[in-house]
């Protein structure tokens, strides 16, 4: 602050330079003016506005050091951390690619085994579907050859049954006349006997119209 009030001072007194010399002799009758005690309160001032712009430059000065010392020490750490994260990252990366390899190998013989156990399957698959082909087929011709021979034994079925009923309406027909044919005998056989009886009674003096 001084040295601007002294810049201040220091323009004034070229304006005085360019004006009349009685306005010089003006200002140096107003400085003589001050007294020893005004003199002693300025210069006072001045040293104490001196002593608060020193205090702050050097507050300045300390808390920039403590924070160029601090952030120093921020990038060493953090130097040694980089330097910590760097050696631990190329171990998690080789953990890692062994694990890789490790999980590439145990795929790979996964793999292999499903492929294997695949083509097994597709090979047992194959032969269930030709013996399951070869038996369908079987059970067709069983199932046809069943059929024709339920097709003859029914076909013989009816003409054993035309045969039957064509013997059962002869021997029908044949009894039904014998019947009557035997009824008629018996009729007649009857009726002499009745006559032969009639004269065998008369014979004694019974009438047979009494019974």
């Known amino acids: 602050m001084p040295p601007k009030k002294g810049k201040k001072g220091g323009a004034k007194g070229k304006k005085g330079g360019k004006g009349k010399k009685g ?3 003006k ?7 001050l007294t020893v005690e005004e003199k002693y309160k300025k210069s006072a001032m001045e040293i104490q506005n001196l002593q608060q712009h020193l205090a702050i430059q ?5 808390r920039t050091q403590s924070a160029r010392d601090q952030l120093k020490s921020e990038f060493v750490d953090l130097t040694e951390r980089f330097e910590e994260e760097k050696d631990t990252q190329l171990d998690v990366h080789a953990d890692l690619a062994r694990q890789f390899k490790t999980f590439q190998s145990e795929k790979n013989a ?3 085994d499903l492929q294997r156990e695949n083509i097994k399957l597709h090979n047992d698959l194959t ?3 030709q013996v399951l082909a070869n038996t369908i087929e079987e059970k067709d011709a069983i199932i046809a050859r069943k059929e024709d021979e339920i097709t003859e034994l029914r076909n013989k079925l009816r003409i054993l049954e035309s045969t039957y009923q064509n013997i059962f309406d002869t021997s029908l ?5 014998n019947l009557a044919k035997a009824q008629e005998q018996w009729e007649s056989s009857s009726a002499d ?7 065998k009674l008369k014979e004694f003096g019974i009438n047979f119209q009494e019974f």
């Not at 200002?27 to 003016?33: A, F, S, T």
């Not at 050097?58 to 300390?62: E, G, Y």
């Not at 027909?173 to 006349?177: T, Y």
């Open 23 to 25: 306005g010089g002799k």
């Open 27 to 33: 200002g140096k009758k107003g400085e003589e003016e």
């Open 58 to 62: 050097t507050s300045i000065s300390r």
């Open 110 to 112: 996964v793999i292999d």
């Open 127 to 129: 032969k269930c579907q």
């Open 173 to 177: 027909r044949n009894l039904q006349a």
């Open 193 to 199: 006997l009745q006559d032969k009886t009639k004269e």
